[in-house]
Structures are given as C-alpha cells and as structure tokens.
T-cell receptor
Framework: NAGVTQTPKFQVLKTGQSMTLQCAQD?????MYWYRQDPGMGLRLIYY???????DKGEVPNGYNVSRLNKREFSLRLESAAPSQTSVYFC?????????????FGPGTRLTVL | AQSVTQPDIHITVSEGASLELRCNYS??????LFWYVQSPGQGLQLLLK??????LVQGIKGFEAEFKRSQSSFNLRKPSVHWSDAAEYFC???????????FGGGTRVLVKP
C-alpha cells in the first residue's frame, strides 16, 4: 500500500518549457489536491478534484492546468514554466464526504525553473 | 477571507523540554482545525484535528492541542520533546462548508541535544 506517489521527485526546467507532474493514490479516495509550498507561506492550493470527472480552481491556479485521468490519478501541467513557479509541489488525497477527512500527502516534487 | 497565523517562524528547544506552537485563525465561525508535521524531505503527516466536542485533542507522537474559541487559537503542545520531533509544523483550517485546507506559514522546530 504505497499511499500517494508523485513523479518526478526533482525537476529543473528552463523558462518556457512545459512539464507534467504525476500523482497517483491507491487508497480509493474520491478527492485529490495539488498544493505548492513556498518558504514562509505554508502550502497553497492550486487545484483540486472533488471526484472523478470534476476539477476546480484553488487559491493560486494561474499558470497551471490539471487532469483527473481516473479515480487514481491527478496530474498537474505547467504549459510554459516561469521562475515564479519554482517551488515544492505536493499532491494529496482524501475521502469524500466530511470536510474534516484527513488529507494524505505525497512526498513532493521539487521544481526549479531557471 | 479566512487566514491562519503561526507567529513563530523558528523555535529552538532542548531535548526533554516542553514545546508549544501557536496558531491563530481569523474566521467568523469555528472551522475545522488541523496540525500537520513535515519531516525534512517528506510530505505532511496529520498529527491531530478538531471539529467539535472536547477542546483538548490528543494526537499521535505524544502531541496535544487545545482549541480556545475566545482567543481564536489552536495551540499545539508536547510535554517532552525528542530529537525526532525536529521538523516543520503547520496549522491548517477548513471552513465548515468546504473541503479546502488553508495553511499557516509553518513553524520550524530545532531540537538541541
């Protein structure tokens, strides 16, 4: 039981390049989330998916797109990377239903945009 | 808009000493409240949560937190820290009607031998 997995662990991009961050969970959770973590700002929600087939914007969606490929997988795409997107990205998942359900986090992807 | 404030960016504590991490939130109603821990290079792990009932909540790893409505606070405590408690700690809230976590800026805890 791997929980939430993310690939890659590290990535360096040049400004303007594109890439997709992959996330998968094996807990049969309905809800999945993408966060970015920046020093002193905690984690901020980029996008989330309450259930398969639905996605919604979070606090900082600009410059990102997401795809809920199936119940297990939720990917985050940077179409044209910018230095301001240098960050650590976390994927999380939770059961649907109650707002206070625990979110389980992946190990993160450290992205540097030059 | 709701916000979560963790006033202390860094705290250094000696091994065996007590630890208290502060968290204040600004929101009209009582939100759901959480504390997460992030060990170096790792994802976040839930320590404890509060949504109703007894205002003193017990969590994993010997941590507890107390909800004080009058102070809009949800402070995390541990009576005796271990070297393995060195990590970054995040307070987070969810509005009662939603499912989106809002995080504080985090407090990094260093443990001296």
């Amino acid at each position: 039981n791997a929980g939430v997995t993310q690939t890659p662990k590290f990535q360096v991009l040049k400004t303007g390049q594109s890439m997709t961050l992959q996330c998968a969970q094996d807990m049969n959770h309905n809800s999945m989330y993408w966060y970015r973590q920046d020093p002193g700002m905690g984690l901020r929600l980029i996008y989330y998916s309450a259930s398969e087939g639905t996605t919604d914007k979070g606090e900082v969606p600009n410059g990102y797109n997401v795809s809920r490929l199936n119940k297990r997988e939720f990917s985050l795409r940077l179409e044209s990377a910018a230095p301001s997107q240098t960050s650590v990205y976390f994927c999380a998942s939770s059961e649907a239903g109650a707002s206070y359900n625990e979110q389980f986090f992946g190990p993160g992807t450290r992205l540097t945009v030059l | 808009a709701q916000s979560v404030t963790q006033p202390d960016i860094h705290i250094t504590v000696s091994e065996g000493a007590s630890l208290e991490l502060r968290c204040n939130y600004s929101y009209g109603a009582t939100p759901y409240l959480f504390w997460y821990v992030q060990s170096p290079g790792q994802g976040l792990q839930l320590l404890l949560k509060y949504f109703s009932g007894d205002t003193l909540v017990q969590g994993i790893k010997g941590f507890e937190a107390e909800f004080k409505r009058s102070q809009s606070s949800f402070n995390l405590r541990k009576p005796s820290v271990h070297w393995s408690d060195a990590a970054e700690y995040f307070c987070a809230v969810i509005k009662a009607a939603g499912n989106k976590l809002t995080f504080g800026g985090g407090t990094r805890v260093l443990v001296k031998p």
